[in-house]
T-cell receptor
Framework: GEDVEQSLFLSVREGDSSVINCTYT??????LYWYKQEPGAGLQLLTY???NMDMKQDQRLTVLLNKKDKHLSLRIADTQTGDSAIYFC????????????WGAGTKLIIKP | ETGVTQSPTHLIKTRGQQVTLRCSSQ?????VSWYQQALGQGPQFIFQ???????GRGNFPPRFSGLQFPNYSSELNVNALELDDSALYLC???????????FGSGTRLTVV
């Protein structure tokens, strides 16, 4: 079945770049997403990438997609304390885009 | 835009009881999805509603049911509650066919 995997934790120094990685199994994915979840809050859509793209940049965020290896990454430039959160990777598995398959989330820890 | 609002924010129920969770979707969003997020895990898709009809369902038993109303608000009903139903229940809305969802902050359900 479909599966999305992420590392559980990532620790970076404030000001450095953070790179959060994700692998997925469904080659028919249409969109891949990155969401952010802060403590006690819902999920905030950060960015998404269509499966025929390799890269998407949005201010401090860069998404890279390697479709051959089914690997997705999110790079956060100049990481700040406000970036502390859990980051979820998700893929849509059909053309309707309604069912998302999620990873377990990567907790980003910022060291001063 | 008022975003997606969910009620109540927290709820404690006894095993075997029934519960109704409510969601008001973001203005202009006619598609509503419900997700269950257990502690330390990614969300699991329960079902989606579009134009008051269920148009997609995840791997959840029939005791999980829902409704969507003409104003696009939605309810999630869970009968015969089990201890494993304890989780954060997230409602998400989007315009039909547009990638990405707007999530509410969720309802934390505890079954004792």
């Amino acid at each position: 079945g479909e599966d999305v995997e992420q590392s559980l934790f990532l620790s970076v120094r404030e000001g450095d770049s953070s790179v959060i990685n994700c692998t997925y199994t469904d080659s028919s994915s249409t969109y891949l997403y990155w969401y952010k979840q802060e403590p006690g809050a819902g999920l905030q859509l950060l960015t998404y990438i269509f499966s025929n793209m390799d890269m998407k940049q949005d201010q401090r965020l860069t998404v890279l997609l390697n479709k051959k290896d089914k690997h997705l990454s999110l790079r956060i430039a100049d990481t700040q304390t406000g970036d502390s959160a859990i980051y979820f990777c998700a893929e849509s598995i059909d053309d309707s885009n309604y069912q998302l398959i999620w990873g377990a989330g990567t907790k980003l820890i910022i060291k001063p | 835009e008022t975003g997606v609002t969910q009620s109540p924010t927290h709820l404690i129920k006894t095993r075997g009881q029934q519960v109704t969770l409510r969601c008001s979707s973001q203005s202009g969003h006619n598609t509503v999805s419900w997700y269950q997020q257990a502690l330390g895990q990614g969300p699991q898709f329960i079902f989606q509603y579009y134009r008051e009809e269920e148009n997609g369902r995840g791997n959840f038993p029939p005791r999980f049911s829902g409704l969507q109303f003409p104003n696009y608000s939605s309810e999630l009903n869970v009968n015969a509650l089990e201890l494993d139903d304890s989780a954060l229940y997230l409602c998400a809305s989007s315009p039909q066919g547009v990638p990405g969802y707007t999530f509410g902050s969720g309802t934390r359900l505890t079954v004792v």
